[in-house]
């Protein structure tokens, strides 16, 4: 199982982002997915996640401004993060929730005020 986070940047407060994940193997069939976040020393923590059937939550700090969503035929997990916050700062990944296949690299995400 692999999985390819991208889309990150630095942007400034307010503006937008939106991540892709790429996800190969049998993982995603099925499973509920999810976008974690770790800012360095910090644990990584569960921002959304979506079931295979599309049903979402979202933490209390991304509720409103971000959406999860998930394209089953292409395996790909997305996350639109909207009016985002200099502590939306972090390294930005996607795993199955809850998680069980090894970490990819991630993709960073700058907000600065």
């Known amino acids: 199982v692999q999985l390819q986070a991208s889309g990150g940047g630095s942007v400034q407060a307010g503006d937008s982002l939106r991540l892709s994940c790429a996800a190969s193997?049998?993982?995603?069939?099925?499973?509920?997915m999810g976008w974690y976040r770790q800012l360095s020393g910090n644990e990584r923590e569960l921002v959304a996640s979506?079931?295979?059937?599309?049903?979402?939550t979202y933490a209390d700090s991304v509720n409103g401004r971000f959406a999860i969503s998930r394209d089953n035929a292409k395996k790909m997990v997305y996350l639109q993060m909207d009016r985002l916050e200099p502590e939306d700062t972090a390294v930005y990944y996607c795993?199955?929730?809850?998680?069980?296949?090894?970490w990819g690299q991630g993709t960073l995400v700058t907000v600065s005020s």
């Open positions: 795993n199955s929730f809850p998680p069980y296949a090894s």
């Open positions: 193997g049998s993982m995603f069939v099925g499973n509920a």
């Open positions: 979506v079931t295979s059937g599309g049903k979402s």
